[in-house]
Nanobody, 113 residues
């Protein structure tokens, strides 16, 4: 299983970014897809996940600002990030769980003025 994320970058506080992740190597439509992030010196933390039926869960620190979506036909998962804050700065990795967990390499998001 391989996961490749893109779409990160530098954005000002209050701005928006959309991350994309494409997977290969398995039937992604059957499993959970989502996003984790890791800031320097901190542990990796969950951002959002979506199951095969389209039901989403968000961690409290992004709820109401971020939106996860997926396109099973394309093996893709997306993360729309709005109202970004400096504390959202991290490397964002996409995630897949079928019989076990997989994480991609990640894409850097930096929120700074």
């Amino acid at each position: 299983v391989q996961l490749q994320a893109c779409g990160g970058g530098l954005v000002q506080p209050g701005g928006s970014l959309r991350l994309s992740c494409v997977g290969s190597g398995t039937i992604f439509s059957l499993g959970i897809m989502g996003w984790y992030r890791q800031a320097p010196g901190k542990q990796r933390e969950l951002v959002a996940i979506m199951n095969s039926g389209g039901s989403a869960n968000y961690e409290h620190y992004v709820k109401g600002r971020f939106a996860i979506s997926r396109d099973n036909a394309k093996n893709m998962v997306y993360l729309q990030m709005n109202s970004l804050k400096p504390e959202d700065t991290a490397k964002y990795s996409c995630y897949y769980y079928g019989s076990r967990a997989f994480w991609g390499q990640g894409t850097q998001v930096t929120v700074s003025s």
